[in-house]
């Protein structure tokens, strides 16, 4: 069975640029999350959506937004690129938010560099 | 104040031996959830194990163990008899409110880079 997949692994931007990163959840999962992990820290969350609404954000400026499609893979888009925005972005599905089974199943992320 | 504190920056163990990863917490939510992750350096974070705080009896899976001290609010990952696929990073995380709508908005520490040497 496929895993969460992300695309592109690797890309490279400039400062002012936009980026688009894409994710396709595990067959059957419905939710989706994204996380910003700058180099030696922890990931940090940015967006969850269900059943394609936005159902929590996290502490990112406008720039970030994010949508999720009805087959429920989801992009996220950053606007005006800063040098800061230089991460792995992390892609995580469940079948719904939350719950007592604890899983929540992350992709290989895509390495975005700001230049 | 950090709400996941790691304070194990790296480590080295020796292949077949366990290791102890420390890891506390801090929330004031009766509802919350600990997990840890291994993150190898392809940049995916593998589940290992959770914890709810309601649980009663420790998370066990396979050659992982959870440490839960309600009290002392810390969750330490045991790994053992180490091999040398286990060199990674591993986070502890966590996530409150279960009932919560954003249901999967977890908090990282730092994380503990492990590096088992044969």
């Known amino acids: 069975d496929a895993g969460v997949t992300q695309s592109p692994t690797h890309l490279i931007k400039t400062r002012g640029q936009h980026v688009t990163l894409r994710c396709s959840p595990i067959?059957?999962?419905?939710?989706v999350s994204w996380y910003q992990q700058v180099l030696g820290q922890g990931p940090q969350f940015i967006f969850q959506y269900y059943e394609k609404e936005e159902r929590g954000r996290g502490n990112f400026p406008d720039r970030f937004s994010a949508r999720q499609f009805p087959n429920y893979s989801s992009e996220l888009n950053v606007n005006a690129l800063l040098l800061g925005d230089s991460a792995l972005y992390l892609c995580?599905?469940?079948?719904?938010?939350?719950?007592?089974?604890?899983?929540?199943?992350f992709g290989e992320g895509s390495r975005l560099t700001v230049l | 104040a950090q709400k996941i504190t790691q304070t194990q920056p790296g480590m080295f163990v020796q292949e077949k031996e366990a290791v102890t990863l420390d890891c506390t917490y801090d929330?004031?939510?009766?509802?919350?959830?600990l997990f840890w992750y291994k993150q190898p350096s392809s940049g995916e974070m593998i589940f290992l194990i959770y914890?709810?705080?309601?649980?009663?009896q420790n998370a066990t899976e396979g050659r992982y163990s959870l440490n839960f001290q309600k009290a002392r609010k810390s969750a330490n990952l045991v790994i053992s008899a180490s091999q040398l696929g286990d060199s990674a990073m591993y986070f502890c995380?966590?996530?409150?409110?279960?009932?919560?709508?954003?249901?999967?908005?977890?908090?990282f520490g730092g994380g503990t880079r492990v590096l088992v040497k044969p």
């Open positions: 067959s059957g999962h419905k939710s």
């Open positions: 995580a599905s469940s079948l719904v938010p939350g719950g007592y089974t604890g899983e929540l199943f």
């Open positions: 995380a966590m996530r409150e409110s279960l009932s919560g709508a954003a249901g999967n908005k977890l908090t």
């Open positions: 914890q709810g705080s309601y649980d009663q």
């Open positions: 929330t004031s939510d009766p509802s919350y959830g």
